[in-house]
């Protein structure tokens, strides 16, 4: 007996498009929270990062009396970042003295060198009169003006002795961040508009670490 079969059916153009639509759609929800989760943890390995440095900066402070001025900027510092203190740097921005610190060669996450400035006043020796000189400040930028993250002095001079920055996932400087003077922003991370992250070292932290190191006795203070 004869038996009839039916040829076998192929998927259409349209049946095909739509699956590959569905599965476009599938794989771009998985896509977006496992870059949010890989931009998460590069922050947090960059502020631990920095939170290691502000450590060796206290070190070298009781080592030394005193901060090393910034490396050198230079053309590619993906590459040539040489990590060698440059007094001709001091109260610039500039790059982290790894090689001076001799800690290695340090990064952010996204593989760049972290950027570097100290107060121009702490470069020499601790000043007796435990002022700064370059009046670092840092702020939040929000929807009614930049708003200070850290109070001044009541004679107006900072209290902010170092500070570090990295540029990001995007490796460019964001906000007021681009302009190179003593103001800087620190803001959450806004994937595509802000990504820079800023930390400091603030004076209180450093005195008291040279105090507890017997490297700076507060009866000297005003």
């Known amino acids: ?4 079969k039916q040829p076998a059916r192929g998927f259409t153009l349209v049946e095909l498009a739509m699956s590959l639509l569905v599965i476009g759609l599938l794989v771009g929800t998985l896509i977006l929270p496992v870059t949010g989760q890989l931009n998460a943890r590069a922050i947090d390995e960059t502020e631990k990062t920095m ?16 901060l090393p001025c910034p490396a050198a900027v230079v053309s590619n510092p993906a590459v040539n970042d040489l990590g060698t203190s440059q007094s001709t740097l001091c109260g610039q921005e500039g790059f ?13 996450a996204w593989g760049f060198p972290i950027r570097y400035r100290v107060d121009n006043a702490y470069t020499a020796g601790i000043p007796s009169t435990l002022k700064a000189a370059d009046n670092i ?32 996932n995007d490796h460019a400087p964001n906000g007021i961040n681009t302009d190179g003077d003593t103001n800087y922003i620190s803001n959450e991370y806004i994937n595509g508009s802000f990504d820079d ?23 000297t203070s005003p």
């Open 137 to 168: 400040s840092v702020s939040r930028d929000t929807a009614s003006g930049n708003v200070n993250l850290v109070s001044a002095e009541p004679d107006g001079t900072s209290k902010i002795i170092v500070l570090l920055l990295s540029y990001g």
């Open 51 to 66: 939170e290691n440095i502000k450590e060796a900066l206290i070190g070298y402070a009781v080592m030394n009396a005193k």
């Open 197 to 219: 992250i800023v930390m400091w070292l603030p004076k209180t932290t450093l005195l008291a670490r040279l105090a507890a190191a017997n490297r700076y006795n507060y009866s």
């Open 1 to 4: 007996m004869n038996t009839f």
């Open 96 to 108: 982290l003295p790894w090689a001076e610190l001799g800690i290695g060669k340090v990064t952010d």
